[in-house]
């Protein structure tokens, strides 16, 4: 099966759900990636088998061992031959061949966990990450039959235009992140549990440059942060060995996703399973680079169990109905000295006031907050809410670049997109190119421009400013709008401006009262 970049996806996919039939998408998610991620494992295995099997009738390699059956043998089943070239050993009832062979057995479902557990036996590292679900699973044995078969076809050799094969080892990697995608998309709301599109990963690790260091996500569901910096680090030469991944994942279903998608690209990292808030688990660490995103104004985060003394909290304390400032400060308090963290955010946490209103300011007093970009509309699948990326410096005064203490970068990227269907947005390269060399050149960094605002799209602004426009964050109140464009001035853009003004009358009006209260108290009234 080869086709076009993107095509082969989109051929596996739609081959794949016309066989789900009853079964719920957030089922058949476990369903598929587990049986994608046993055809990978299986592949690379043979692949590396039928390598051995060629050195060992090679006279000139080490492995040549003529018609010796026996010790050709012994080195096809030697576990360290696969493990020392990042290959997992599977064992024969683990093979695809084996269960493409039993496919049409009514009991499929359990050959297909017994093979998930005998690879777990030959391979420490896989331990509890493999689902083994299929034989109690409510898929058909002859669904599972049917994706047996299709993804028997599913090779990891592309041909170039001359004829010649071409490796692509992405193959695999590729069809997994689209895959996850198009679940994500098909459970709507409950998707964004463990998918962000990834357009705004590839802006924020952009953005965030994480060439070396301790990354942590401790929302890191499906792990595309992580697979977005290791692909970072390849764009740019980068070494991955100069990085160590930590992330934490509160359900275990999507755990064992991140650790599956993690595996087929050899990744390594610390991943533990718990609520974040409620359980941090990675007490202690200090990240280079925190990358996540978190659920959306998510109430009933756990604000009860947390001590009045947890110094995350040294910001304030969020209400208990909106988790963004916990989440927003416990990043913070997992950064090193001189780290930056990366986050996607509701609009609201712009220009909320009350409570959140006074943490925001707190993080910007204390010289925090470093760019902030207003996105696009339509970019989630899982979302209609409106966001915007918050980035946070603690060591923008010890930069290697410039000193920017008290400064902040506005961007306004509300209309930066490219539209792929009615309902669809997403940031093309050139669009991603063009909002993280924005931040480059604000930083200081050495690049082909010097930065400048541009109205209407960016502008760096002082603690100072940001303090006279009651601490409210949101872009588009600072860099304006376009001249050619204000006599079309967009609803979004308006009603955002007026929520914000609106926000800010409603606080100046209970500080009067409460001023007026006070003063009859006084008076005896």
């Not at 089943?77 to 683990?94: C, H, L, Q, R, T």
Request: net charge negative; glycine share 8%; charged share 35%.
């Amino acid at each position: 099966m080869q086709e076009g970049n993107g095509d082969l996806e989109k051929k596996l996919w739609d081959a794949a759900e016309k066989m789900r039939g009853p079964v719920e998408s957030a089922e058949y998610k476990h369903i598929v990636l587990g049986l994608l991620f046993l055809k990978y494992i299986s592949d690379s295995f043979e692949k590396r088998r039928k390598k051995l099997e060629q050195k060992t009738r090679d006279k000139d390699s080490p492995y040549y061992c003529g018609d010796d059956k026996k010790e050709r043998n012994h080195i096809l089943e030697d576990k360290d031959e696969y493990y020392s070239e990042g290959v997992f050993y599977v064992p024969e009832e683990g093979r695809w061949s084996y269960l493409q062979d039993n496919a049409t057995q009514p009991n499929i479902g359990k050959m297909i966990d017994d093979a998930m557990r005998a690879i777990e036996d030959e391979n420490p590292d896989l331990k509890g990450i493999l689902p083994k679900i299929y034989a109690t699973s409510p898929a058909p044995h002859d669904t599972l039959e049917e994706l047996i078969n299709l993804f028997a076809d599913l090779e990891l050799t592309e041909t170039r235009d001359n004829g010649e094969e071409k490796k692509d080892n992405d193959v695999f990697g590729r069809v997994y992140e689209y895959f996850i995608k198009e679940f994500a998309r098909e459970e709507g709301h409950r998707g964004g549990e463990f998918y962000t599109p990834k357009s705004v990963v590839e802006l924020l690790v952009e953005i965030l440059e994480p060439y070396e260091g301790r990354i942590f996500d401790p929302f890191c569901g499906s792990g595309g942060m992580f697979v977005q910096s290791y692909k970072f680090l390849d764009r740019h030469d980068g070494n991955p060995d100069d990085i160590a991944i930590y992330g934490q994942e509160i359900n275990e279903a999507t755990l064992r996703i991140c650790e599956m998608n993690l595996a087929i690209r050899n990744i390594e990292g610390d991943i533990r399973l718990g609520d974040s808030i409620r359980d941090d688990l990675h007490r202690g660490l200090n990240a280079d680079k925190v990358i996540t995103n978190p659920p959306f104004n998510m109430s009933e985060w756990g604000k009860d169990s947390i001590a009045d003394d947890d110094p995350r909290f040294k910001y304030g304390m969020p209400p208990s109905n909106n988790a963004n400032f916990a989440f927003i400060q416990h990043m913070i308090h997992h950064l090193d000295e001189d780290g930056m963290c990366g986050t996607v955010m509701a609009n609201g946490s712009m220009s909320v006031q009350d409570s959140q209103g006074d943490i925001r300011k707190n993080i910007i007093e204390n010289d925090l907050l470093d760019v902030v970009v207003a996105l696009p509309k339509q970019l989630f699948y899982t979302t209609q809410i409106p966001a915007c990326l918050w980035i946070m410096s603690k060591g923008k005064g010890s930069d290697e670049y410039r000193d920017r203490s008290e400064e902040t970068l506005f961007i306004d990227a509300r209309e930066i997109y490219k539209s792929i269907d009615r309902t669809q947005n997403i940031l093309t390269d050139k669009q991603i190119k063009k909002i993280a060399s924005t931040v480059r050149a604000y930083r200081g960094e050495k690049g082909p421009n010097e930065y400048e605002d541009v109205k209407g799209y960016c502008k760096a602004v002082t603690t100072e400013d940001i303090a006279d426009n009651n601490y409210i964050i949101t872009p588009g109140r600072y860099v304006g709008i376009e001249e050619d464009d204000e006599d079309d001035i967009p609803f979004e853009v308006k009603m955002e401006e007026l929520v914000g003004e609106l926000r800010e009358k409603f606080k100046e009006s209970n500080d009067l009262q409460e001023k007026i209260e006070h003063n009859l108290e006084e008076l005896g009234f």
